[in-house]
């Protein structure tokens, strides 16, 4: 009978100082117990929807594109390489072949977005206009951006439209569509 005791009491003891019962789970002092696993998935795996706009095929709107990506994934740096691939693949492409993006920089609500020497070689103020709309676009469906400064390998672009300004959300170029 000494050995029942001597091997149900440690059992009983750990038992009730770990809280067993309901659905606490057992905790040693110093360990870090990980939550239970459930059917949602790790928030960096999780699904998001990320914007950008793309032209018409008539080149005289912008119509929005939405792509799921990795929760961690929607950033403006993201958006906009989503937007140049899609540009790359359409029927007639409107960014000159080899424009890349370097970087993108947010501060106090703008957003400086740089890109290849290849950007100076879009010609015509409506392409321009075109480009310079579906960036901004883009760019501002993120919440935190409301501006948007341009830049080719960090210097001012070269286009007809005077690149100097920063750019505001205009939807005007966005081609609505009937419901």
């Known amino acids: 009978m000494n050995t029942y005791y001597a091997l149900i009491v440690p059992i009983i003891l750990t038992a009730l100082l770990s809280g067993c019962g309901g659905n606490s789970k057992p905790q ?3 360990q870090v117990v990980p939550p239970a696993a459930s059917s949602s998935q790790i928030p960096a795996e999780k699904e998001a929807s990320l914007t950008y706009y793309l032209p018409t ?4 709107h912008i119509l929005p594109a939405t792509v799921k990506v990795k929760a961690a994934d929607r950033t403006a740096k993201t958006a906009i390489e989503e937007m140049l691939r899609a540009d790359r693949k359409s029927k007639y492409p409107l960014v000159p072949a080899g424009t890349r993006l370097k970087s993108v920089h947010v501060e106090d609500g703008t957003c400086t977005v740089n890109f290849t020497k290849e950007l100076n070689q879009l010609q ?3 392409g321009q206009s075109l480009f310079i709309a579906m960036t901004v676009d883009t760019l501002t469906e993120f919440p935190n951006i409301k501006r ?3 830049r080719v390998e ?3 672009v070269k286009f007809q439209i005077d690149m100097r300004e920063q750019f505001l959300r205009d939807e005007a170029f966005i081609k609505q ?3």
């Not at 095929?57 to 005289?60: A, I, P, V």
């Open 28 to 30: 040693s002092a110093g």
């Open 57 to 60: 095929e008539d080149g005289l």
């Open 124 to 126: 015509g103020e409506t």
């Open 148 to 150: 948007v400064e341009f």
């Open 154 to 156: 960090g210097q001012l």
């Open 177 to 179: 569509t009937k419901k």
